[in-house]
């Protein structure tokens, strides 16, 4: 199977590779436009193109501030030891070309927010650098903290040059031996209204999640995005009970409840099927649900469930269905 | 259906409804709102905080020491609102226009009859004492206006329409 075969590839685009920098760090910026010249999709900030790498496809964030956009950048992180997607990406050179999907986003800024802390770690920097770009451009009103490993700045001349330009305050954090006094000192005294947007490695980001919280910040300001997988792992089989009819649907390994569910010949509407959208959610009566999407809120966890991705943690899930 | 009978009322989902202190568990510094010379006890955490009065007169609420307290709040603060309806929600209302969140808001009304009616016909603001379905003379345009279910977080009043706007003459 190859990564075409992905719905979001399906219904993606083509984008030739005009321009590659090579980065400090192992990180290479890579700039795609459409093979044509005509103008892409735009984006809000914080959205990601899923790429077909191979037989991969992987998220990349787009590094721009997404209003008309004739060109998009992302900058790709060289993992050699990782599933293959980045060596990929690195490979390019120009000319060559790649099916994407279009812009999605799921880390959006908050509109009313009376200020954004932006945070990065590391590759991290990549959406965050769209999030001040769009702030720039809007007038809002942002301050950013970059914390990096020594050596690997890449993009910090970037948020400098959008720093000065803006009247941004940019904390730049070398090492992690610094990191948690810059960022209790970044955290304190924000007025009321201020939102935190923060990207970077897993515990990267539980750190500065549970230092805001430590600091009296409540869930709704934290906003955060992991690395997603564009390919989940199986998961476990389990049984979907049908509350109203009482019928019992098996869900393999492999095979998402959505997919389950459509295979009894039911229309569940759906958009993405890629736990993005919304569309597809489900009322859920009882079992765990084992969420995998990046839109339901944790209240809505409780009692809904997105059949694309999520599965179950118990051997049945009834639905109200 | 039965269409002699009239429905049922169903509470509109942003209706008031009973909350709790529990938004103060986590706070750094907290506000505490008294409306309308409230005095019910207040149970905060040892942090630092600051006390501001709000009162209404009529259906306007004076709400002036409460934007002095907003203009300094910072990010860890959490409000505690004590009094009677109509001034406790022009208070939640005023703190997330500054950018307060319901989760960091905690809401304890005395008095749940005391309400605004605004209305649908001249945007005027009445203050009626009594349930949804009360009926009250616009202190704008005269008509005489029912206090509806719909109730608008935003402007912290209950819709208000003509008493027989849909009778026909």
């Given at each position: 199977?190859?990564?075409?075969?992905?719905?979001?590839?399906?219904?993606?685009?083509?984008?030739?590779?005009?321009?590659?920098?090579?980065?400090?760090?192992?990180?290479?910026?890579?700039?795609?436009?459409?093979?044509?010249?005509?103008?892409?999709?735009?984006?809000?900030?914080?959205?990601?193109?899923?790429?077909?790498?191979?037989?991969?496809?992987?998220?990349?964030?787009?590094?721009?501030?997404?209003?008309?956009?004739?060109?998009?950048?992302?900058?790709?992180?060289?993992?050699?030891?990782?599933?293959?997607?980045?060596?990929?990406?690195?490979?390019?050179?120009?000319?060559?070309?790649?099916?994407?999907?279009?812009?999605?986003?799921?880390?959006?800024?908050?509109?009313?927010?009376?200020?954004?802390?932006?945070?990065?770690?590391?590759?991290?920097?990549?959406?965050?650098?769209?999030?001040?770009?769009?702030?720039?451009?809007?007038?809002?009103?942002?301050?950013?903290?970059?914390?990096?490993?020594?050596?690997?700045?890449?993009?910090?001349d970037d948020l400098e040059n959008i720093a000065r330009d803006a009247g941004f305050e940019l904390v730049a954090c070398e090492g992690r031996a610094m990191l948690s006094d810059a960022l209790a000192a970044f955290l304190d005294d924000r007025p009321l209204g201020s939102h935190l947007y923060v990207c970077g490695p897993g515990g990267f980001m539980a750190h500065v999640l549970d230092q805001a919280r430590d600091a009296g910040w409540p869930e709704e300001r934290l906003h955060s995005e992991a690395f997603s997988a564009t390919e989940l792992d199986a998961g476990t089989p389990f049984t979907a009970r049908l509350a109203r009819s009482g019928e019992r649907v098996t869900v393999p390994a492999g095979v998402s409840l959505l997919e389950a569910l459509e295979g009894t010949g039911r229309a569940i509407p759906n958009m993405c099927r890629q736990g993005v959208c919304g569309e597809c959610v489900l009322p859920v009566r009882s079992g765990r649900p084992l969420h995998r999407d990046s839109f339901l809120s944790d209240d809505e966890r409780a009692s809904s469930i997105m059949p694309c991705v999520s599965r179950c943690a118990d051997a049945e899930l009834e639905l109200d269905l | 259906m039965n269409l002699l009978t009239a429905p049922a009322p169903t509470p509109h989902v942003n209706a008031p409804r009973d909350e709790t202190m529990v938004a103060l568990a986590s706070a750094r510094s907290v506000i505490v709102v008294r409306c309308d010379g409230e005095r019910l006890p207040v149970l905060v955490p040892a942090v630092p905080v600051t006390r501001v009065a709000v009162r209404s007169i009529g259906a306007d609420v004076d709400l002036r020491e409460l934007r002095a307290a907003l203009e300094d709040a910072r990010i860890g603060v959490r409000f505690a609102i004590v009094g009677p309806e109509r001034t406790v929600y022009a208070a939640r209302a005023e703190i997330r226009r500054a950018g307060g969140l319901d989760s960091e808001i905690a809401i304890r009304v005395t008095d749940r009859n005391a309400r605004v009616v605004l209305c649908a016909h001249c945007r005027e603001r009445t203050s009626v004492d009594g349930p949804t379905g009360s009926v009250v003379a616009c202190s704008g345009c005269g008509l005489r206006l029912v206090t509806n279910e719909h109730f608008s977080r935003a402007h912290a009043a209950y819709l208000g329409h003509k008493l027989d706007a849909e009778t026909d003459r």
């Open positions: 199977m190859t990564s075409a075969t992905l719905p979001v590839l399906r219904d993606g685009i083509d984008l030739l590779v005009t321009d590659v920098i090579e980065r400090a760090g192992g990180i290479r910026s890579i700039g795609l436009v459409a093979p044509g010249g005509e103008e892409l999709p735009g984006f809000t900030a914080g959205s990601h193109l899923v790429v077909g790498c191979g037989e991969k496809a992987n998220a990349y964030s787009l590094t721009g501030e997404g209003l008309f956009p004739e060109r998009y950048t992302i900058s790709v992180l060289g993992q050699p030891s990782g599933r293959g997607g980045s060596m990929f990406m690195h490979r390019l050179a120009i000319g060559d070309t790649v099916r994407a999907s279009r812009p999605r986003s799921a880390f959006v800024p908050v509109a009313d927010a009376r200020l954004h802390l932006l945070v990065a770690g590391g590759i991290g920097v990549t959406p965050i650098l769209s999030h001040a770009r769009a702030a720039a451009t809007w007038g809002r009103h942002a301050a950013i903290l970059y914390a990096y490993a020594p050596g690997s700045d890449a993009h910090l | -």
